[in-house]
Structure formats: structure tokens, C-alpha cells
């Protein structure tokens, strides 16, 4: 299995940041390694867009959106599953609180 990992909502020591309550990681994960089959394809769509990586923050709803045909036919063709994890920051300090206190064994 390999897995691609994302994050959004990080904010390091600033725990309680109320702009950011939840942290959310997006995880692709496939049984194959994409960085070697999906490559060509990869290649052929960042030379399309004119950029060196693939990333929503730079790329844009618009220009996204463009490619969902494209990227669904990689996800059927490689079986790429997409899952969005996502934990409340202030929860998960209470319960790593009550881990650290309570459950040491």
C-alpha cells in the first residue's frame, strides 16, 4: 500500500487558533506506487497546465475542475481511494490529556 498525506489546519503551538479549530488531513492511498505508474499521466497533465506540481491551493477551483474527467479516469485506472480525516483540535487536547493521565498502561 502507499498512501499520499495531506494536511490543512496545521498551526503548530497555536493549538486553539479559533480560525482553525479542526485539523483535516486528505489521504490517497493506492496499492500501487503512483510516483512510478501514474507519472506519464502526471507528466502529460502538468505540462497541459503550464506548472511543476499539482496542488488545489495553486491550481484554483476553475482550473480543478477542468481536470476531474481526466483524474477519474487515473483513480478507476490506478484505484485510488480518497479519505478525509479530520480531528477537533480542542477535543483532541482533552484527549490526549486524559491518555497521558488516566491511561499509562
Known amino acids: 500500500m502507499h498512501f499520499y498525506v495531506d494536511e490543512t489546519g496545521q498551526t503548530g503551538r497555536n493549538l486553539f487558533d479559533k480560525t482553525q479549530p479542526v485539523l483535516s488531513y486528505g489521504v490517497l492511498s493506492s496499492d500501487a506506487n503512483l510516483d512510478k505508474v501514474a507519472e506519464a ?3 502529460v497533465i502538468r505540462k497541459t497546465l503550464g506548472v511543476q506540481r499539482l496542488h488545489a491551493a495553486e491550481l ?3 482550473r480543478l475542475s477542468d481536470l476531474v474527467d481526466t483524474l ?3 483513480q478507476k485506472k490506478h484505484r485510488i481511494r480518497f479519505d478525509i480525516w479530520q480531528v477537533v483540535k480542542r477535543d483532541h487536547a482533552i484527549i490526549s490529556f486524559f491518555d497521558q493521565v488516566f491511561d499509562q498502561g
Open 72 to 74: 477519474l479516469v487515473l
Open 60 to 62: 484554483g477551483l476553475h
Open 41 to 43: 499521466d502526471l507528466a
